[in-house]
């Protein structure tokens, strides 16, 4: 067997000599970080391009609502230990944004790839993938990606026509379990992250879903937990040989350690050893300028980015410990959602007593909900002055997906 | 005089709380409260009988099969209906407009009998409906205009026994001209954002139905300007 991956037709070489020229155009002309241009000008003329980029090379998918970009990069990362990786860091998750990254690295043998929910179908379906990860599923931007069933319902169709590929599923999330049940082979992954609120009926019957502790099972149907074959467990993994192993992250959270195990068991499928991966995936420490910490006028700010309610949720207690004062930065364009309904699912009164500020694009919204959450705050609707106006020191940064972004973009500028 | 608190029953939070539901019953509660209004939030979680002595029902949106289940779970434990026949306030967004109706007929055509309390009928339409929303209040029935944020397929078609709770200015709402339902006290509506963040009016409205006394009015400068920006956003 040859590792190296098929020699391209003609077609889709020329596709990817202009796509790689536009991307460097785009950077050059600062027009954009290049993560979709060159990709988008490929496809354009080569449509098999994704499929041609991917023959002869062991590819891993991850998808999921929350902790793409990072799982994507650990898993990265690890199967590093086997050879040069293909990989579409920079969140541009589409399929031209695939066809970019693997452009780019003609001869890596192995492509991890981060890919939207709803380009799952298409993207697997082009690229054959020896592995592919689901994270999990929530709500999130039901103004575009649409509601939670409707994208169990495309992944459960797809996985479960998958052949010759392993799926990672991570078994505390009833939607990822309804999606996996059906796989050829499936490793179930134990992440114990906890948001069950778009999992109270069944979405394979709509038949209630019971919880007992960690064990969960329909009502209905003969849905249930399975048993997992690796397990995250407080700061440690217990691999599927019963074996320990302490995870010591860089990244912080629960989440994080979520992400870490998921991508430790699809390393493992794709022959990583479990020590190698573990000690590999402890160096991530930023990613696309998440966990990032920026130093203005005597603040030091971190950089986090969340989503969606879950991913919120999730942050808010990560930030919790150290009740430093926080900027909550809101937009609402399309790839954010244009509907901010889903402020009033996060837990903003856990906020009570700090010094906040409410900025971005949306401040007035989130001041609202801030307002009714009895959390006293100023609205300051640009980012950078937010925070120059925070008391010296450590402040925590929270923003949705653009309002990171640009923010991100700016704060590299500044530096 | 015994103080009595004003219950506000969030019902079914975990089948219909899809577009942040819950942001309704705080805003009841809240505004009662910085009032000295005595007001206290009941979650009714699916399995548990619905009680039918709240003062104000909140029911939100949901996904077709959360929503199929909730109305299962709302006609087997009727405490909802039987509160409507005394004279309680209840407030339906979205799934509400239509599982409060006669009937509601999916995209797959199948029709599913709704619980009866408002006279309508809801079908699936053609595209969904997504985007802001203004809408002129009907009969005078609040002061300023009325906005929110709509994303459903459904459409409602009143009876003469229901009358809109607004004329659309921009956006679908019902059917293009009229949005929502007004029965009795049974307000409903297709609009999140939620709705009540966005319309302290409505919510006063309803609380007034309530505790049947004049409410004073609240100045909150956040809601104030949300309310500006998101008409100007509209039109």
Partial sequence: MNDSPARLPLRTAAAVKLGNLSSTLSQKMGLGAGGMIGGRVALKL?????????????????TGTNGKTTSTMML???????????????????????????????????????CDEGYFPAVAGASNPAVAVI????????????????IERSLRDT?????????????????????????????????GTGWHHDSASCPRCGNPIQWQGEHWHCTGCDLARPHPNWITADEAMITPDHQKLELRLTLPGKFNQANAVMASAAAHALGVPTDEAVRRLRGVSNVSGRYRTIHRNGRSARLLLSKNPAGWSETLTVVKEANHPAV????????????????????????????????????TDLAVRLTYAEVEHTIVPDPLKAIDQMPQGAVEVIANYTAFRDLNARAAADE | MSESTIQIALVLP??????????????????MTWRGIKAEIVP???????PDSCDIYVVGGGEDTAQTLAVKHLREHPGLQRAVTKNAVVLGVCAGIQIFGESFTRADNVTHPGMGLIDSTSHAGGSRAIGEVLAEPANGLFEGVLTGFENHQGRTVLGPSAQPLAHVKVGTGNDGSVEG????????????????????????????????TKVAPLDLPAVTAMRAERVRAAS
């Avoid at chain 1, 080569?46 to 991850?62: C, E, F, I, M, Y």
């Avoid at chain 1, 230990?81 to 695939?98: I, K, Q, R, Y």
């Fill in chain 2, 181 to 212: 339902a007004v029965q009795g006290r049974i307000v409903c509506t297709y609009l999140h954002g939620p709705v009540l963040p966005r319309n302290p009016q409505l919510a006063d409205l309803l609380i007034e139905w309530a505790t049947g």
């Fill in chain 1, 328 to 363: 909550l930065v809101i937009n609402a364009h399309e790839a954010d959602g244009r509907d901010l309904s889903w402020l009033w699912d996060v837990p903003f009164e856990r906020l009570r007593g700090r010094t906040v500020i409410a900025s971005g694009e949306r401040a």
């Fill in chain 1, 135 to 150: 994270l999990n599923l929530s709500r999130d931007q039901l103004d575009r990606v649409g509601e939670v069933r409707t």
């Fill in chain 2, 14 to 31: 975990d089948l219909l709380g899809t577009y942040g539901d819950f942001g309704n019953a705080v805003v009841l509660e809240k505004r």
């Fill in chain 1, 76 to 114: 990265a990362r690890a199967v590093s230990a086997l050879g040069e990786v293909a990989t579409n860091h920079s969140g541009a998750n589409m399929p031209d944004g695939h066809v970019t990254a693997l452009s780019k690295q003609p001869d890596a043998p192995y492509a991890v790839l981060e």
């Fill in chain 1, 159 to 191: 996985i479960t026509a998958l052949t010759d590929c392993t799926i990672v599923a991570n078994c505390d999330d009833v939607m990822v379990t309804s999606a996996a049940w059906n796989a050829q082979k499936v490793i179930w992954v134990a992440t």
């Fill in chain 2, 44 to 50: 009714i979680n699916y399995g548990q009988p619905v």
């Fill in chain 1, 46 to 62: 080569d449509p098999q391009a994704l499929n041609r980029l991917t023959q002869g090379r062991k590819v891993a998918v991850v």
